[in-house]
């Protein structure tokens, strides 16, 4: 029975593992910015890119970044970090790492 308890949690673990990034929230935030981030596979080598975002000012009104979502379209083990900026400050700086020679494909949805 323990031997079914502990494949159980390692197949739960291996199964929740993926590269989505998900900070803050979206729940009645308006989208204003959506982009597909796309870059080629590189030979026996990981892939690095970075996307940076800065918020339009509007005179008279200050907003903030509220949430961040960077969904992997390859399902593999890559990964996406926020590096600077990000909730709370009107811009963000995301940093983009594929698996080795796959292709890096992201879905990032930024909420103010």
């Known amino acids: 029975m323990k031997a079914y308890t502990v494949v159980l949690l390692l197949a739960a673990v291996a199964f929740v593992e993926c590269g989505h990034t998900f900070l803050g929230s979206s729940v009645m935030r ?8 796309r870059y080629p596979s590189k030979w026996f080598q990981k892939r690095i890119e970075f ?15 509220q949430g961040i979502l960077a969904y992997d379209l390859t399902r593999s083990g890559a990964s996406a ?10 811009f963000v700086n995301l940093r983009m790492k594929s698996d080795r ?12």
Do not use: M, Q, W
């Open 30 to 37: 308006p989208l204003v910015h959506h982009v597909e981030a």
């Open 101 to 112: 020679a796959k292709e890096l494909r992201y879905d990032i949805y930024i909420h103010a």
């Open 51 to 65: 996307f940076n975002y800065t918020l339009p000012a509007i005179p008279g009104f200050a907003r903030s970044i």
């Open 81 to 90: 970090n926020v590096t600077a900026g990000g909730l709370g400050y009107n």
